[in-house]
Structure formats: C-alpha cells, structure tokens
C-alpha cells in the first residue's frame, strides 16, 4: 500500500519513494542496499511506484550496496516495462559503488543508465 507524505510524496516502504522532477519526470528513489534478501521486495516496490507511469527515472544515488540479485530485479524491472511499452532510466552517483558494479556487470550496455537527472530528463525528450 502507497502512503502520501505531507510533502507529496507517495512512499512504500522506507526504502523507495517517487516524487516528480522540476519537468513532471516521475523519479522512484531507491535508498538504502539490495541484496538477495530484500530484492524481490524491492522489485515489488518499484513495481508498485511506477504503476501506470509511461516513463520513469529510477534514482539509484542513494543506494550505497547491490549485488546481482538487485541487478537481475533492475533488469527484470526495465525489461517488463519495456514489453509494455514504458520506459525506464537508471540515475546512479559517477564513479559511485553502483555504478561501477553495474558497468562490471555490463549492464550499462543493457539498460538505460544515466548519471545526472538532466540527461536522464533530456533522454526522455529525445
């Protein structure tokens, strides 16, 4: 179940959030880690956040740990939004932990991922 703070943002769980970006973007924060003993929840929450949203950012940047289990459910995520239609960017720290671990999985190549909210704004316009 989703819960409207009093700034308008609508939480599930402590460890994600969507707000909307300056330009009406919807943008899900992930904080906190994933690992394979909270991905599949945390699979569920993006799930539930992004529900009927056409495009969506996912803001791993305050996400300090995934493993492989999250990286599979970031892959999983994008792909049954694609076969929807919808698409998805991934918004990680440069140089940071995650985004390192996503380039070692190659995973940069397979996803969408950006490393500034405008670029992943100006992928959307484009």
Do not use: H, K, W, Y
Not at 8 to 16: E, M, S, T
Not at 68 to 84: K, L, M, N, P, W
């Amino acid at each position: 179940m989703a819960i409207m703070d009093d700034q308008g943002v609508r939480r599930l769980g402590p460890a994600a959030s969507v707000r909307l970006a300056a330009g009406g973007l919807p943008v899900v924060v992930v904080e906190g880690e994933i690992d394979a003993s909270n991905a599949a929840a945390v699979g569920r929450m993006l799930e539930a956040l992004a529900e009927g949203m056409p495009r969506v950012v996912v803001d791993l940047r305050r996400l300090s740990f995934v493993d492989c289990a999250g990286a599979r459910e970031f892959e999983r995520f994008d792909r049954a939004r694609r076969a929807e239609g919808r698409l998805t960017r991934l918004l990680v720290a440069p140089g940071g932990a995650v985004a390192r671990f996503l380039n070692i999985a190659g995973l940069v190549t397979r996803l969408d991922v950006r490393t500034t909210l405008p670029a992943a704004e100006a992928a959307e316009a484009a």
